[in-house]
């Protein structure tokens, strides 16, 4: 067993309740939710979101407005409305063989269903943790197809599902952006760096109280509990912003609510 696959085996996150399933509709509504949100807080969301909605179906026949409204804070909505679209697609058309044709699904989130959801040995998912990990284990800035070829290296004879959970887990855990525990990382022997890479500086998110985003999450607060608002009573640049997006709709009488469809 090689160093990764023996720290991966005793130290990941197999307790997470998503890695248990297989079902591809469950597997993609966590990969949704995790790309922007702490894992603390999905595992509040994930389950009420799909007792809600167990399959794409019955999120498609509910509405954008429905997934919104489900979503609840989370953060960055259009995700849940992307989600929806998807939904829609795949109700009416099937799952596609490429997850990437479906709406608000990158190369990453394609690679990562088909690695745990359909258990494929050669699927590749390469999100930040993972590119971090990498980047500092070979010393030097990597594009996506890189990174997926270094990936399949560094971790053999890992491959699949447990290939992606371990470079996740250890970037996660171990590879952090700030204070990586080197001593503890089982890539150490052949790290070209032993902490972070020359000129890497994590990114810091913007300040949220009174931000742009904070009244938008204020005027969806309102409309996810009230049927619908009065135009003149919401905060006209984030309702702008909202109605851009397709996360609200306004009817004829000047009320907003949240989308239909």
Known sequence: MSPLARWY???GRHDLAWRASRDR???LVSEVML????VTRVAVGWPAFLVEFPTPGSLAAAGPGAALRAWERLGYPRRARRLWEAAVIIEREGWPDDYAALPGVGRYTAGALAAQADERADAVGV??????VLQRVTGRRLGAAAAEAVAVEVAAPLVGRDRLL???DLGASVCTPRAPQCADCPLTARCATHGPLDGEAPKRQARYAGSHRQRRGAVLARLRTEPSVPVAELDADALAS????GLAAVDRRGRVSLPRR
């Open 242 to 245: 909202l109605l851009a997006d």
């Open 127 to 132: 999100d930040v943790n993972i590119r971090r």
């Open 166 to 168: 371990a470079l996740m």
């Open 25 to 27: 509709w469950a597997v």
């Open 9 to 11: 085996a005793q130290k």
């Open 35 to 38: 790309a922007q949100t702490q």
